[in-house]
């Protein structure tokens, strides 16, 4: 079945950097767009991030220019490099695939002095 499981979230203080991991398993990792999401508490979860199958990345405004997606195709494997955060990055950040809907579980990111 297919399994997204993120890694690399912590406390980290405002302007540093983390970079989530998101293995995935159970399906054809390449063929298929990847997204990063983040819910923050009290809040809706947003979208984060994009990179498609066909190499085409967006960011949403909050992140441009700070936070840069990846993927490695050949170890199954979603990045998100964050840099200079900010306190209102604190949230959990998961991985999606929107073909069928599925979720990784989260990795918690709190950025904090």
């Known amino acids: 079945q297919v399994q997204l499981v993120e890694s690399g979230g912590g406390l980290v203080q405002p302007g540093g950097s983390l970079r989530l991991s998101c293995v995935a398993s159970g399906f054809d990792f390449p063929k298929y767009d990847m997204h990063w999401y983040r819910q923050a508490p009290g809040k809706e979860r947003e979208w984060v991030a994009v990179?498609?199958?066909?190499?085409?990345?967006n960011y949403a405004s909050a992140v441009r220019d700070r936070f840069t997606v990846s993927r490695d195709n050949a170890n199954n494997t979603l990045y998100l490099e964050m840099r200079f955060l900010k306190p209102e990055d604190t949230a959990t950040y998961y991985c999606?695939?929107?073909?069928?809907?599925?979720w990784g579980q989260g990795t918690q990111v709190t950025v904090s002095s």
């Open positions: 999606y695939r929107r073909t069928g809907g599925h």
């Open positions: 990179y498609t199958t066909g190499g085409f990345i």
